[in-house]
């Protein structure tokens, strides 16, 4: 656990560990949860398919394209106690590759027209 005050900054890092320098980083997902088991019901977006949904989070340039490096300001949930859960989802990119994920950035993601 790291523990931190509401409304303080709180710092993460993701880092590849490979041989192959031209890998890199790209996070595409991160949701926080009062709970460590579900991630879907009761959570709350930080970055949602490369989208931006939480406006305290800042991304900080890396000197190496296989460490992601970022921020948010720590939250609690209402009613919950006082343990918030992250889980984030990275996606490795052959670098200079236009066509990957990584290079995509934000996908706004259409919603499906249910039939009757």
């Given at each position: 656990?790291?523990?931190?005050?509401?409304?303080?900054n709180l710092?993460?890092?993701?880092?590849?560990?490979?041989?192959?320098?031209?890998?890199?980083l790209?996070?595409?997902?991160?949701?926080?949860?009062?709970?460590?088991?579900?991630?879907?019901?009761?959570?709350?977006?930080?970055?949602?398919?490369?989208?931006?949904?939480?406006?305290?989070?800042?991304?900080?340039?890396?000197?190496?394209?296989?460490?992601?490096?970022?921020?948010?300001?720590?939250?609690?949930?209402?009613?919950?106690?006082?343990?918030?859960?992250?889980?984030?989802?990275?996606?490795?990119?052959?670098?200079?590759?236009?066509?990957?994920?990584?290079?995509?950035?934000?996908?706004?993601?259409?919603?499906?027209?249910?039939?009757?």
């Amino acid at each position: 656990p790291y523990y931190v005050g509401i409304n303080q900054n709180l710092y993460l890092q993701a880092s590849l560990y490979s041989s192959d320098p031209l890998l890199q980083l790209f996070l595409d997902t991160c949701v926080a949860s009062p709970t460590p088991h579900n991630f879907t019901r009761g959570s709350y977006a930080l970055i949602e398919n490369g989208c931006v949904k939480d406006p305290t989070y800042v991304k900080y340039s890396s000197p190496y394209r296989h460490i992601l490096r970022f921020k948010f300001n720590a939250f609690q949930f209402v009613q919950s106690n006082s343990e918030v859960y992250l889980q984030c989802k990275l996606v490795v990119c052959r670098a200079y590759d236009y066509s990957s994920r990584c290079y995509q950035g934000c996908v706004h993601r259409s919603k499906r027209e249910a039939s009757s």
